[in-house]
């Protein structure tokens, strides 16, 4: 028995319909502070809480629209539906087969549980009157719900579906209380206390009592309050007082209860509230691993219709930012562990968490992105991954996991491989632009996948700026590289009328679009007016070759400082050896632009002499460490006095891009 879907409507920030699909064991929650996670938790809390304080719900949780003007409005609606699917735990059929739809024939029965509120303004109570109703749905999804499909839905049924939820703030004392709702109360109601151990027992603590009312001294505290209570209350019922330990009342010695922790060499053993937030938030874990555990034990002794009397068929197990005060060390141990717990026959995790560190433990699939529209209205997205298993799924997922804070930013950055990384951290210190402050991301990804890059963050609704390559007369470069871009834009939903308008206002033909990679490099115009229309695309390219031939032909004087002592490129002397220069040079273009037959006929001589220094800085040695080095030698002012058109345009770009998002959200 699996929730395999929850849809929101007028509760809390999800204003409009908005339906999250579950993963079969662990579904996480990611997003932005506010942006709906604890809100979509708490909607299941009110359908499945344990206590009547868990299920109730306030005028604060009705939706109220961006424009709306509260003291306006007379009614409110909200509804939350969980549907359940039934595929490995045939015990839960039966409990809720009456209420189980099916859309065809052969299709696999499942379960809509709805609830529905409505509030109105009264007169008579100052928050207005709230009526809660709980139904199951007998029609399928899809069906307009006609008031004869919804039918009550009995709370036996209902408690047999349970959710626990651990708040972002821990308070695990809370739970070591034997209070009905409470995770140690769910555990000792396993146990089958017999009545001669409850006899047992009472004689026991009786027998304490009265030892203790047997000492002289215990006797004059016992007398001295009696007496000066007698003094302050005459009524008979409550003349007497009694100083014993908790009394006789079995439940009562269950209430006192504790865990401590030890051993401890220089005092007695500690009690919960004296551990640190990090080992109190694993001992919550721990409640709840255990209460799961010791359940699925119990059941396995069970007689077939005892099932679903004493114990849920599902439990919830929701939890808030499970990394809260738990060393990023551990944080690896704690996902494997509500991995473990999702796996069993009647337990399904739920974590919400805006961390990259949990995140990237995750699968992408699983994974469920909230972001805040700027209607003040929660939107939630699954993560978009190419749909079969080939290089570019594969490549997609691991970026997804190795670079987590791409569902956090504000803008992604989108680059080729790690120089620019480097680079544009460098960059940030000197044009004062905090990637941190503006939450900024960039994600080194290949040219190759990056159209499936485009997809997710489309599908997220995340600005992105790209930088690409041009890799001029390099195979699959220059045009090939612009045909590239042109299709996945196209591919991303972008009207190909504008984008294959040609300047005779003609459009460009599917078939000129599928041969453009192997036009003439030249003229030099033409590639570079489809260049400048693809910025309004937010694509630009590190021109003519590539990012490191770039940063060398604009800072030459610090790469040529960055050579060890003793190092550096072995060039002939272009007046005494202009043969051997000419030689070394044409290896080098060659070399450069990876092909035996390159002659770097766009290139002018200058450009093909620096392609000796191209070779030695990142082809021979590693290309990060290189820009490192020489980036160390400049100041701020030195950068920004050589610094590269492309990296003003995309400087500008992210900035003109921030400010959209920032005015969205206020």
């Given at each position: 028995?699996?929730?395999?879907?929850?849809?929101?409507?007028?509760f809390r920030?999800?204003?409009?319909?908005?339906?999250?699909?579950?993963?079969?064991?662990?579904?996480?929650?990611?997003?932005?502070?506010?942006?709906?996670?604890?809100?979509?938790?708490d909607a299941?809390?009110?359908?499945?809480?344990?206590?009547?304080?868990e299920?109730?719900?306030?005028?604060?949780?009705?939706?109220?629209?961006k424009?709306?003007?509260?003291e306006?409005t007379?009614?409110?609606?909200?509804?939350?539906?969980?549907?359940?699917?039934?595929?490995?735990?045939?015990?839960?059929?039966?409990?809720?087969?009456?209420?189980?739809?099916?859309?065809?024939?052969?299709?696999t029965l499942?379960?809509?549980?709805?609830?529905?509120?409505?509030?109105?303004?009264?007169?008579?109570?100052?928050?207005?009157?709230?009526?809660?109703?709980f139904?199951?749905?007998?029609?399928?999804e899809?069906?307009?719900?006609?008031?004869?499909d919804k039918?009550t839905?009995?709370?036996?049924?209902r408690?047999?579906?349970?959710?626990?939820?651990v708040?972002?703030?821990?308070?695990p004392?809370?739970?070591?209380?034997?209070?009905?709702?409470?995770?140690?109360?769910?555990?000792?109601?396993?146990?089958?206390?017999?009545e001669?151990?409850?006899?047992?027992?009472?004689?026991?603590v009786?027998?304490?009592?009265?030892?203790?009312?047997?000492?002289?001294?215990?006797?004059?505290?016992q007398?001295?309050?009696?007496?000066?209570?007698?003094?302050?209350?005459?009524?008979?019922?409550?003349r007497?007082?009694?100083?014993?330990?908790?009394?006789?009342d079995?439940d009562?010695?269950?209430?006192?209860?504790?865990?401590?922790?030890?051993?401890?060499?220089?005092?007695?053993?500690?009690r919960?509230e004296?551990?640190?937030?990090?080992?109190?938030?694993l001992?919550?874990?721990?409640l709840?691993?255990s209460?799961?555990?010791?359940e699925?034990?119990?059941?396995?002794?069970?007689?077939e219709?005892?099932?679903?009397?004493d114990r849920?068929?599902l439990?919830?197990?929701?939890?808030?930012?499970p990394?809260n005060?738990?060393?990023p060390?551990?944080?690896?141990?704690?996902?494997k562990i509500?991995?473990?717990?999702s796996?069993?026959?009647?337990?399904?995790v739920?974590?919400s968490s805006?961390?990259p560190?949990?995140?990237?433990?995750?699968?992408?699939e699983?994974?469920?992105?909230?972001?805040?529209?700027?209607?003040?209205?929660?939107?939630?997205?699954?993560?978009?991954l190419?749909?079969?298993?080939t290089?570019?799924?594969?490549?997609?997922?691991?970026?997804?996991?190795?670079?987590?804070?791409?569902?956090?930013a504000?803008?992604?950055?989108?680059?080729?491989g790690?120089?620019e990384?480097?680079?544009f951290?460098?960059?940030?210190?000197?044009?004062?632009?905090?990637?941190?402050?503006?939450i900024i991301?960039f994600?080194?990804?290949?040219?190759?996948?990056?159209?499936?890059?485009?997809k997710?963050l489309?599908?997220?609704?995340i600005?992105?700026?790209?930088?690409?390559?041009f890799?001029?007369?390099?195979?699959?470069?220059d045009?090939?590289?612009?045909?590239?871009?042109?299709r996945?834009?196209i591919?991303?939903?972008?009207d190909?009328d504008?984008?294959?308008?040609?300047?005779?206002?003609?459009?460009?033909?599917?078939?000129?679009?599928e041969?453009?990679?192997?036009?003439?490099?030249?003229?030099?115009?033409?590639?570079?007016?489809?260049?400048d229309?693809?910025?309004d695309?937010?694509?630009?390219?590190?021109?003519?070759?590539?990012?490191?031939f770039?940063?060398?032909?604009?800072?030459?004087?610090?790469?040529k400082?960055?050579?060890?002592k003793?190092?550096?490129?072995?060039i002939?002397?272009p007046e005494?050896?202009?043969?051997?220069?000419?030689?070394?040079?044409?290896?080098?273009?060659?070399?450069?632009l990876?092909?035996e037959?390159?002659?770097?006929g766009q290139y002018?001589d200058?450009q093909?002499?620096?392609?000796?220094?191209?070779?030695?800085?990142?082809?021979g040695?590693?290309?990060?460490t290189?820009?490192i080095?020489?980036?160390s030698?400049?100041?701020?002012?030195?950068?920004?006095?050589?610094?590269?058109?492309?990296?003003?345009e995309?400087?500008?770009?992210?900035?003109?891009?921030?400010?959209?998002?920032?005015?969205?959200?206020?």
């Open positions: 028995m699996r929730l395999s879907k929850l849809t929101i409507q007028g920030s999800f204003g409009i319909e908005t339906s999250i699909t579950m993963s079969p064991q662990l579904t996480a929650f990611i997003g932005l502070n506010s942006s709906g996670k604890t809100s979509a938790m299941l809390r009110k359908m499945f809480g344990s206590t009547s304080l299920r109730e719900l306030l005028p604060k949780d009705f939706h109220h629209f424009e709306e003007v509260a306006e007379d009614e409110r609606f909200l509804s939350l539906e969980a549907r359940f699917d039934f595929g490995n735990n045939p015990d839960a059929i039966p409990h809720f087969f009456s209420g189980m739809v099916a859309g065809s024939p052969g299709e499942y379960l809509r549980l709805r609830l529905e509120a409505s509030w109105k303004k009264s007169m008579l109570e100052p928050e207005g009157e709230i009526d809660v109703n139904y199951s749905v007998r029609v399928p899809g069906e307009e719900i006609g008031d004869g039918h839905f009995p709370n036996y049924l408690s047999l579906i349970q959710i626990i939820y708040p972002a703030i821990r308070r004392s809370e739970q070591l209380k034997y209070a009905s709702g409470s995770l140690l109360y769910r555990v000792l109601r396993k146990i089958k206390w017999s001669d151990f409850t006899k047992t027992f009472k004689d026991q009786a027998e304490i009592n009265n030892g203790f009312k047997a000492l002289p001294e215990f006797e004059t505290v007398n001295s309050i009696n007496h000066f209570w007698q003094q302050f209350h005459r009524e008979e019922r409550y007497q007082t009694s100083v014993v330990f908790s009394g006789t079995f009562s010695i269950l209430k006192k209860l504790e865990i401590s922790f030890g051993p401890s060499a220089t005092r007695s053993d500690f919960i004296e551990l640190g937030d990090g080992l109190r938030s001992f919550y874990l721990t709840v691993c209460l799961l555990d010791i699925e034990k119990f059941a396995a002794n069970q007689d219709e005892e099932i679903g009397k849920p068929l439990t919830l197990f929701a939890i808030e930012e990394e005060h738990i060393a060390q551990l944080l690896g141990r704690v996902v509500l991995e473990k717990i796996v069993k026959g009647t337990s399904q739920l974590l805006h961390t560190a949990i995140i990237k433990r995750v699968v992408p699983s994974i469920r992105h909230f972001r805040m529209r700027p209607n003040y209205q929660s939107k939630v997205s699954e993560i978009t190419p749909e079969d298993k290089d570019a799924y594969k490549f997609v997922r691991q970026a997804v996991i190795n670079y987590p804070e791409l569902y956090f504000k803008v992604v950055l989108i680059g080729e790690e120089s990384e480097v680079i951290n460098r960059l940030m210190q000197a044009l004062d632009l905090d990637f941190d402050d503006n991301t994600a080194p990804l290949g040219h190759r996948f990056v159209n499936h890059i485009w997710l489309e599908a997220l609704n600005p992105y700026v790209t930088l690409l390559d890799d001029l007369e390099r195979e699959g470069g045009w090939g590289r612009i045909k590239y871009a042109l996945q834009l591919l991303n939903g972008f190909p504008d984008l294959l308008l040609l300047s005779d206002n003609s459009i460009m033909t599917d078939e000129m679009l041969s453009m990679h192997t036009w003439s490099a030249g003229p030099i115009e033409s590639m570079q007016s489809w260049v229309d693809l910025k695309y937010d694509v630009f390219y590190s021109y003519p070759l590539d990012l490191d770039l940063m060398l032909t604009s800072y030459e004087q610090f790469y400082k960055a050579i060890p003793g190092g550096g490129a072995k002939p002397d005494k050896s202009k043969i051997a220069f000419d030689e070394k040079v044409d290896a080098a273009v060659k070399a450069t990876k092909s037959k390159a002659e770097g002018n200058e093909k002499a620096l392609m000796i220094w191209y070779n030695y800085h990142f082809l040695r590693g290309k990060p290189t820009h080095e020489a980036m030698l400049m100041t701020d002012l030195e950068i920004k006095e050589n610094l590269p058109p492309v990296f003003t995309v400087f500008n770009r992210i900035k003109e891009l921030l400010e959209i998002a920032t005015d969205e959200e206020g």
